[in-house]
Structures are given as structure tokens and as C-alpha cells.
């Protein structure tokens, strides 16, 4: 059964700073992996999709990396800003038939000005 | 791109009534829509795969005579919560996958955050 772990849990940052949220499954027979942000009370917002083959994604900001072969993923944001507070989900699409989404808990990101 | 609306946003009902929730995508065919549950401060947990025009799926442990879910069309899945109780307050989301868009990323609704009183 497919897991995803998503570490840490919480990050608090001043505004400006670099940071990296980092998360890892148990199967690396994936077909993509998705981060997703979520603001309080909201649905899930897709920021950034990686293919089993890619190695890597930019969005703006945003760069998400992934090492299928050991697992990881990362997700780096540059020059953060108070608007970027909010949950951070990865998840990876595994399976066939249904192609199921497996999420990890996420990482609670708080931007301080 | 991709959209999925999800309606209503927010529901406050009474224990034993029935609540409807309603999925759509709105730019694209959905021939599988999922429907999860997000209690606070913990992650999405999938409760059923909707299959246009067959029966869905359930994942262990969710009661399919509760959640009742219908997927009659390539644009709308309903998820109706059966005799509410207050356990079943709770914020449920739903995703749509486009036919043959196993290498796309999935969409999510805005959620639906249901109290039950």
C-alpha cells in the first residue's frame, strides 16, 4: 500500500526566505506526482505536476523536483511571501484501473512579514 | 483549463436529514470523479470512486448506504449523505479525471464543509 510522508509537518519562515518541503512515498511505481496548495477551509489548488519521468517542474516561484527511484520529492519556493502561507499537499498517482491519488498529511507553511 | 465547481460550499443541516453535494466539470468529460473527506488538520482520505454510469466504488470502512453517490453523467457526480449525524460533519471534496488523462493532474472542487447539528 502506497505512503506518502510529508516532513515537517509545520514551517514557520520570514518573508523573503528560501524553503524546501520535502516529501517521500514507499512505491516508486508512480505515474505523476502532484503538490497541491490548500488555504483554510478551501479545495486544493494544483501548483505543480511532475511525470514518473521528469525530474523536475517550474512554476513561477515554485520548483518541484522528483527522485522516483528513491522515493522523493521536493518542492522549493523562492522568495516567500505572506500570500504563500497556507497547506502544502503532495500526492502521487499510483494504480490502475481507477488511477487512485494517495496524499500525504502536508506541510502547514506560515510566511511572516 | 480544467475546472470542477462544487456545490454548496458550506451546508448546515439537522441530525437525520439527507444533504446532497453536488460535482461538476465544467470544461472537460469526467468519466471517474472521487470523493474524499477531511476531518481538521488531517489530510484527505478517499471515500469512493465514481464510475459514470456504474456503481462506485467504496473504500473500506465507508459505509456505501450512507454516502450515497451517483454519477449519471460525464459532468456531474452527486454524493448525498444519508441520516446525518453530527459525526458526519466534516469537509468533503471531490476530483475529477478527464477520459484518457492518465498523464494530467487531477482537479479538485472548492469543497464542501457540512455541519450536522
Known amino acids: 500500500k502506497q505512503e506518502v510522508t510529508q516532513i515537517p509537518a509545520a514551517l514557520s519562515v520570514p518573508e523573503g526566505e528560501n524553503l524546501v518541503l520535502n516529501c517521500s512515498f514507499t512505491d516508486s511505481a508512480i505515474y505523476n506526482l502532484q503538490w497541491f496548495r490548500q488555504d483554510p477551509g478551501k479545495g486544493l489548488t494544483s501548483l505543480l505536476l511532475i511525470q514518473s519521468s521528469q525530474r523536475e517542474q517550474t512554476s513561477g516561484r515554485l520548483n518541484a523536483s522528483l527522485d522516483k527511484s528513491s522515493g522523493r520529492s521536493t518542492l522549493y519556493i523562492a522568495a516567500s511571501q505572506p500570500g504563500d502561507s497556507a497547506t502544502y499537499l503532495c500526492a502521487v498517482l499510483t494504480g490502475a484501473g481507477s488511477y487512485q491519488l494517495t496524499f500525504g498529511k502536508g506541510t502547514k507553511l506560515s510566511v511572516i512579514p | 483549463g480544467a475546472v470542477v465547481s462544487q456545490h454548496p460550499s458550506w451546508v448546515i443541516c439537522k441530525s437525520g436529514t439527507s444533504v446532497k453535494i453536488e460535482c461538476r466539470s465544467l470544461?472537460?468529460?469526467?468519466?471517474?470523479m472521487f470523493w474524499y473527506r477531511q476531518f481538521p488538520k488531517q489530510s484527505l482520505m478517499l471515500m469512493a470512486t465514481?464510475?459514470?454510469?456504474?456503481?462506485?466504488?467504496?473504500e473500506q470502512g465507508v459505509e456505501k448506504d450512507k454516502f450515497l453517490i451517483n454519477h449519471a453523467s460525464l459532468t456531474l457526480s452527486t454524493l448525498t449523505v444519508t441520516s446525518a449525524h453530527p459525526e458526519d460533519s466534516s469537509f468533503y471534496i471531490c476530483?475529477?479525471?478527464?477520459?484518457?488523462?492518465?498523464?494530467?493532474?487531477?482537479?479538485f472542487g472548492s469543497g464542501t464543509r457540512l455541519t450536522v447539528v
Open positions: 465514481s464510475n459514470e454510469g456504474s456503481k462506485a466504488t467504496y
Open positions: 476530483s475529477a479525471r478527464a477520459a484518457g488523462l492518465r498523464n494530467y493532474g487531477y482537479t
Open positions: 470544461d472537460f468529460q469526467a468519466t471517474t
